[in-house]
């Protein structure tokens, strides 16, 4: 983990990039104009912003750039915040809807525009037939990202776990419906996640197949409950009983015709430990239309499945960014102390949410890990 000191010791900055394809930062008025941004990161699913802007009688956003289509679905946006000179990107997207707020009081007409990252790019045309001949998961991933290179989206594709190349005189693997749906329907068969990680200069981003990157150092720690020390008004956790699953596989052996129940793999293989003691699985499912296929495919929805609900405990709150005195960073680690020793230790941040307006920088997160009680005794301050 990579950070420049706290944000305590230098200023914030947001810039906003807007444009049909090619982002150019915004005129001084249209920042000027800008209320609030809340921006949305998350593990496994497509991230979304917000942007609110002063709607003021015969401004520019009224007169001339709103009807001049240029907050228009479709137009590309781009975020970035800059800390004591370090630009991060938090989010590079595309409007989907807008909204406008009229008002008799004055100051109080607003423009709301809300967007989704690059991937919404990747669901909007859909495939009848397009066939992978001898193709892995991670090749087929690899080639529908490949198409979208023009936005400045680059794959990283981690091979699946368990090998699934069908030779081509058994089977030959189809996709149907968008781009998106195909590569999550992979991400999600292999215990996967799909995401785009923007950065890490403005305009390209780093579209993500693989394990959830639950390895390495962790961010800073979150404090609650400690006095002056903490970071983090209030944490809340919730440990959840019946969200662990074991499931079940059959698989019918071509040869002997004969069903035969699969193993299922241990978790950490995909998901390494972060607490001492993991839930138990107090429910077993069965998981459905595995019989006509392959082991490899079979194997990997039983380990896919069990990741899938692996997670517990998970924990929710809200920091302010300066008191933190970093940027929380979703799909990382985090260390958590104040919480108790059944708590405390390092999660995984499933999602963050960072809200922003004048003098105002806030952040909301998700946190998640299989079990209770830490693994080592202590977390990076």
């Known amino acids: ?13 947001l810039t906003l990039m807007m444009g049909p ?10 920042a000027d104009s800008l209320l609030s941004v809340q921006v949305t990161v998350a593990s496994g699913q497509r991230s979304g912003f917000q942007l609110a802007f002063d709607l003021a009688k015969g401004s520019l956003i009224s007169n001339s750039l709103l009807p001049g289509g240029y907050f228009d679905p479709k137009t590309r946006v781009i975020i970035t915040m800059t800390v004591q000179g370090t630009p991060t990107v938090l989010m590079d997207g595309v409007i989907i809807r807008q909204e406008v707020g009229i008002s008799n009081q004055p100051g109080q007409s607003t423009l709301t525009v809300t967007g989704e990252d690059l991937t919404v790019l990747m669901d909007l045309d859909e495939r009848a037939a397009v066939p992978y001949p001898a193709m892995s998961p991670a090749a087929r991933v690899q080639a529908i990202i490949a198409q979208y290179a023009q936005y400045g989206i680059r ?44 950065g890490p200069v403005p305009g390209q981003s780093r579209a993500y197949w693989g394990p959830e990157v639950r390895l390495g150092e962790p961010q800073h720690a979150l404090n609650v409950n400690m006095d002056g020390l903490s970071t983090v008004d209030q944490l809340t956790f919730a440990f959840d009983g019946t969200a662990r699953e074991q499931p079940e596989a059959r698989i019918q052996l071509p040869a002997t015709r004969v069903s035969s129940v699969l193993p299922v ?25 595995t019989a006509k296929k392959d082991s490899g495919q079979g194997i990997a929805e ?12 998970t924990g929710s709150g809200q920091l302010d960014v300066v008191r933190y005195g970093y940027l929380l960073r979703a799909r990382e680690l985090v260390g958590v102390r104040g919480a108790g020793i059944t708590y405390d230790g390092r999660y995984y941040v499933k999602s963050v949410t960072h809200n922003l307006q004048r003098g105002s920088y806030t952040q909301n997160f998700t946190l998640a890990r299989e079990g209770l009680i830490a693994l080592e005794p202590t977390v990076v301050p």
């Open 1 to 13: 983990m990579a950070d420049n000191g706290p944000i305590t010791t230098g200023p914030i900055h």
């Open 21 to 30: 394809q090619l982002a150019v930062p915004v005129a001084q008025e249209v």
């Open 155 to 198: 794959p990283m594709v981690i091979p699946e776990l368990i090998p699934q190349t069908p030779m081509p005189t058994q089977r030959v693997d189809f996709q149907k419906g968008t781009d998106l749906a195909y590569i999550n329907q992979l991400a999600q068969a292999n215990g996967y996640a799909f995401y785009l990680d923007p």
């Open 265 to 289: 793999p241990e978790v950490s293989v995909l998901r390494p430990q972060l607490a001492r003691r993991p839930a138990p699985a107090l429910k077993k499912t069965v998981i459905g239309d």
């Open 302 to 313: 039983t380990l896919a499945k069990a990741a899938e609900s692996a997670d517990a405990v």
